[in-house]
T-cell receptor, first 113, second 110 residues
Framework: NAGVTQTPKFRVLKTGQSMTLLCAQD?????MYWYRQDPGMGLRLIHY???????AKGEVPDGYNVSRLKKQNFLLGLESAAPSQTSVYFC????????????FGPGTRLTVT | DAKTTQPPSMDCAEGRAANLPCNHS???????VYWYRQIHSQGPQYIIH???NNETNEMASLIITEDRKSSTLILPHATLRDTAVYYC???????????FGKGTLLTVNP
């Protein structure tokens, strides 16, 4: 049981390049989220998914796209990277019920030059 | 979601109990209190949650006041590895999105 994994762990992009971050979970959770965290700030929700084939915008969705083709995977795409997207990206898989617990991956550290 | 107020930082001696306070005076009846922590450079980690009653698990205890306007997370025997930013979050109902604020930086000293 690996929990939540993220690939890659680190990446450096040049402005205008594209990339996809992969999040995978083996807990059979329906809900999955993508956050970004900038130095000295809390987590901000980018996009989220409440089930296979569904996605929705969070607080800071501009410049990102997502897909949830398989229940266990949630992909975050940057079509044309900008320096403002330099951040640490965390994926979370959510155990839902009357309350809900979020289980996070180790993060992807992205630098856009 | 109700807003929370936490001290920006706290210190604790190793082996002693760490008591982290959180105010959430605007909490509504169906909202839960959640605690997460983030150790430097790692992903956040779920600790515990509660609605009305006090809760305990292998990591911590959560004490919620009777009026539910504040709570305290207790780490009974803090270790150096408990040094982290601790987030108190209130959320509930059909809103599954948790808003992470600035949290409390707990430093456990030898």
């Amino acid at each position: 049981n690996a929990g939540v994994t993220q690939t890659p762990k680190f990446r450096v992009l040049k402005t205008g390049q594209s990339m996809t971050l992969l999040c995978a979970q083996d807990m059979n959770h329906e809900y999955m989220y993508w956050y970004r965290q900038d130095p000295g700030m809390g987590l901000r929700l980018i996009h989220y998914s409440v089930g296979e084939g569904t996605t929705a915008k969070g607080e800071v969705p501009d410049g990102y796209n997502v897909s949830r083709l398989k229940k266990q995977n949630f992909l975050l795409g940057l079509e044309s990277a900008a320096p403002s997207q330099t951040s640490v990206y965390f994926c979370a898989s959510i155990r839902t019920g009357p309350a809900y617990e979020q289980y996070f991956g180790p993060g992807t550290r992205l630098t856009v030059t | 979601d109700a807003k929370t107020t936490q001290p920006p930082s706290m210190d604790c001696a190793e082996g002693r109990a760490a008591n982290l306070p959180c105010n959430h005076s605007t909490i509504s009846g169906n909202e839960y209190v959640y605690w997460y922590r983030q150790i430097h450079s790692q992903g956040p980690q779920y600790i515990i949650h509660g609605l009305k009653n006090n809760e305990t698990n292998e990591m911590a205890s959560l004490i919620i006041t009777e009026d539910r306007k504040s709570s305290t997370l207790i780490l009974p025997h803090a270790t150096l590895r408990d040094t982290a930013v601790y987030y108190c979050i209130v959320s509930g109902g059909s809103n599954y999105k948790l808003t992470f604020g600035k949290g409390t930086l707990l430093t456990v000293n030898p």
